[in-house]
């Protein structure tokens, strides 16, 4: 797989009606310096007060140790003045407690662009929340408290104020569960990583038979 890291992302236009994976990382990849607790509540009062003031959509939101993902639309194609103004308050506040005085994170915001169909937006959707697995920290989604989708059931207090889950069949709760606990191999992950590094997200290909990866 060809490595385009070092290559300009395009510009991710603004949409009223698509939805965003946003992703940033602290930099130098180090962890964040405040204890989880800390950080995700400081995560949580400025990403639900951009969900009041700029009406932000947001599906999914998921913490790690040292960056973000969160899943979501801006129906009111404000993207890029959402994202200045979370990225300056939660980068303000993860600094006041720790001798950091840089930036928090290590470069602007990564963007990507998902279709409306129903096959990309799940395995984005799959692709956030199984990411507490995929690195080893938990072998069942419902165990990680930095995530909404935990939250939403009831097992932590829902203190993000997310849109109604398209994905979640009430009657269907623990299928859905096993879906997102059923984690892809290295192969398939590395590859849906790449095409959320992109500008818009196209479906992974296997690499021998050429046919879109099904999470």
Request: charged share 25%.
């Amino acid at each position: 797989m060809q490595d385009n890291s070092h290559m300009a992302r395009k510009s991710v236009p603004e949409c009223s009606d698509s939805y965003f994976h946003i992703m940033n990382r602290c930099v130098n990849k180090e962890w964040f310096v405040n204890e989880l607790d800390e950080v995700w509540s400081i995560f949580t009062t400025h990403l639900n007060y951009c969900i009041m003031a700029f009406e932000i959509e947001v599906i999914s939101f998921v913490l790690m140790i040292n960056h973000f993902h969160m899943f979501c639309r801006f129906p009111l194609m404000n993207r890029a003045k959402v994202m200045h103004h979370f990225s300056s308050e939660v980068g303000r506040d993860l600094r006041k407690p720790s001798d950091r005085i840089n930036r928090t994170f290590g470069n602007r915001y990564k963007v990507t662009q998902i279709a409306n169909d129903i096959t990309s937006l799940q395995t984005v959707y799959k692709y956030i929340y199984a990411n507490p697995i995929k690195a080893g920290i938990v072998e069942n989604c419902l165990e990680y408290k930095y995530s909404t989708l935990p939250r939403k059931l009831g097992f932590f207090p829902l203190d993000i104020n997310v849109v109604n889950d398209p994905f979640i069949q009430e009657n269907n709760i623990q299928q859905h569960l096993n879906w997102i606990n059923d984690v892809p191999c290295d192969d398939y992950w590395k590859r849906t990583a790449y095409q959320l590094n992109r500008h818009k997200f196209q479906m992974p290909k296997d690499r021998t038979t050429r046919e879109n990866i099904i999470f």
